[in-house]
C-alpha cells in the first residue's frame, strides 16, 4: 500500500495511484511546497524507511534541488548510488504534484569509467608501442606516436586522411578486397602486406593486422602496422643468393626448375604449348685455358646480357651450370623457338667479347609433346644439343 502523510495524501488515496508500488524503481510524490506526499516501496527500502517509521521521509532533505538537478546522490556505508532524476508535473483534482522518478545511473556511470579507463589505458599503452596504430571509420580517428613518425604526417594532419589514401597505388585494390572479405566473413583479423607512401613520397614496406571494433551502428578498423622494410630488403637478397645466379644475375638452375613446374602445369591443363631452348658455348674449356678464367667470367656476363636482351619478358632465362644456358618459352610452338634460338646464336657469332673476339654456340631446341613428363622434355633438350654439338657446333638442332 501507498503510505499517507498528511491530509494532502486524501487526494492521492485514488487506486490511480496504486500501480507506483508495482514499479521496479523508486518513486516519490511531493506537493507543489515540495513537501513528501507518498513514495513505492522501492522508495521506502532504499532509504531504509518501514511503513511503521515513515515519518522520517520528512526528515529527508527534499527540496527544489532534487528536481532541478540532473543527478541525485545517496550513500550507504562504503557505496555509492547515482540516480537519474525525471521530474514530471501532474495536477489532481485541482491540486499541482511532482512525480520524481529515480532510475539507477551508478552502472552507467561505471561503464562510462571502465570505457574512459579503457580508452586512457589504451592510449598510454599504443603510444609506447613499437608498431604503428591506427583507427578508422572513414577517416583516420587515432594514430600513435610511431606511426606518426613512420608516415611523417601529424596526428592533427591523419585526421584529415583516409588510410588507404597513404598506400601505393596499385596496393589500394587488394587492401579494399581483403576489407570486404573481413566485413563480409566478420573473421577476426586479416593481415596483408603493402607499401605506405609517406609525406616525403618515400615507399615504406608495412604489414597491417586489421580488426573490426563494432560499436552499435557504427564499424571501426584497428590497424596494428609494422615496418618490414628491412626484412623485405634482407628477403630480397636471400632471394638473389637462392634464386640468382652470382656471376651472371640471371635465374639459376633452382629457380629454373620451380618456373618450369609452373609453366609446366600450366601448358598441360590448358593444352599450350612450351619449347625450351639449351645451349653452351663451343670449346670454352680453351677460351678458360688460354685467357685464363677471369676472361672466361667476362664471356659469361657478356653473353649472358646479350641474349637477355633478345627473349620476351614472359620467357625465363637462367644459367644451368658452367657454360650452359636454358630459356623456357611459354606459348610457343617449335618452330618459333627454333626461329629464335637462330636468331639469338647468330647475334652472339656477330658479337665482339671482351679479349677473346668471336664465340660460337650450340643450341637444342624441342616441344613438350602430350602427356610428356619434364624429365624427358629436359631428357630432349639434352639430346638436341648433343646432336647440334655432333653436327659441327655453331648451329641449332630442334628435336
Known amino acids: 500500500m501507498m503510505q499517507v502523510f498528511n491530509n494532502m495524501s486524501i487526494l492521492l488515496k485514488d487506486e490511480y495511484f496504486d500501480f507506483i508500488n508495482l514499479l521496479s524503481y523508486p518513486v516519490l510524490i ?4 515540495y513537501v513528501p506526499q507518498l513514495a513505492n516501496k522501492k522508495f521506502l527500502s532504499l532509504h531504509e524507511i518501514s511503513t511503521k517509521s515513515i515519518s522520517k521521509l520528512k526528515d529527508i532533505v527534499v527540496n527544489d534541488k532534487i528536481i532541478k538537478e540532473l543527478e541525485y546522490i545517496l550513500e550507504r556505508k562504503d557505496k555509492k ?4 532524476v525525471i521530474s514530471s508535473e501532474i ?5 499541482k504534484f511532482y512525480i520524481i522518478s529515480l532510475f539507477d545511473f551508478s552502472r552507467k556511470n561505471k561503464a562510462y569509467d571502465e570505457l574512459f579507463f579503457i580508452k586512457k589505458m589504451f592510449e598510454n599503452v599504443s603510444e609506447n608501442l613499437p608498431e604503428g596504430i591506427l583507427l578508422y571509420e572513414d577517416y ?5 606516436p610511431t ?3 613512420l608516415s611523417g604526417y601529424s596526428g592533427k594532419e591523419l585526421l584529415l586522411k583516409k588510410f588507404v589514401d597513404l598506400l601505393e597505388e596499385f596496393d589500394k585494390e587488394s587492401f579494399y578486397i581483403n576489407i570486404e572479405k573481413l566485413l563480409l566473413h566478420r573473421k577476426s583479423y586479416i593481415e596483408q602486406e603493402l607499401q605506405l607512401v609517406s609525406k616525403q613520397e618515400k615507399n615504406i614496406w608495412i604489414r597491417i593486422k586489421t580488426s573490426l571494433i563494432i560499436d552499435m551502428d557504427k564499424t571501426f578498423f584497428l590497424n596494428v602496422i609494422t615496418d618490414i622494410s628491412k626484412k623485405k630488403l634482407e628477403y630480397e637478397k636471400l632471394s638473389k643468393i637462392a634464386y640468382f645466379d652470382a656471376l651472371t644475375g640471371i635465374y639459376n638452375r633452382r629457380k629454373f626448375n620451380e618456373l618450369f613446374l609452373i609453366e609446366y602445369k600450366r601448358a598441360k591443363r590448358y593444352k599450350r604449348d612450351l619449347c625450351g631452348l639449351f645451349f653452351d658455348i663451343d670449346h670454352f674449356k680453351k677460351i678458360n685455358d688460354m685467357y685464363g678464367h677471369d676472361v672466361g667470367d667476362i664471356v659469361l656476363q ?19 651450370g658452367g657454360e650452359e644456358f636454358i630459356v623456357l618459352l611459354p606459348e610457343t610452338n617449335a618452330e618459333n623457338a627454333l626461329r629464335l634460338g637462330e636468331y639469338i646464336r647468330t647475334n652472339i657469332v656477330q658479337y665482339k667479347f671482351t679479349k677473346v673476339g668471336n664465340v660460337t654456340v650450340s643450341f637444342g631446341v624441342t616441344q613438350l609433346k602430350g602427356q610428356e613428363q619434364q624429365k624427358s622434355f629436359l631428357k630432349r633438350l639434352d639430346n638436341a644439343l648433343y646432336k647440334a654439338k655432333q653436327e659441327g657446333r655453331n648451329c641449332s638442332v630442334s628435336l
Do not use: C, M, P
Not at 511531493?30 to 511546497?33: F, K, Q, Y
Not at 627473349?311 to 644451368?320: G, H, L, N, S, Y
Open 91 to 95: 495536477v489532481f483534482k485541482g491540486e
Open 81 to 84: 548510488i547515482i540516480f537519474k
Open 302 to 320: 657478356e653473353l649472358s646480357n646479350l641474349v637477355q636482351k633478345h627473349v620476351r619478358e614472359t620467357d625465363f632465362f637462367a644459367r644451368w
Open 140 to 144: 583516420i580517428t587515432y594514430s600513435n
Open 30 to 33: 511531493i506537493d507543489s511546497n
Open 147 to 149: 606511426f606518426e613518425k
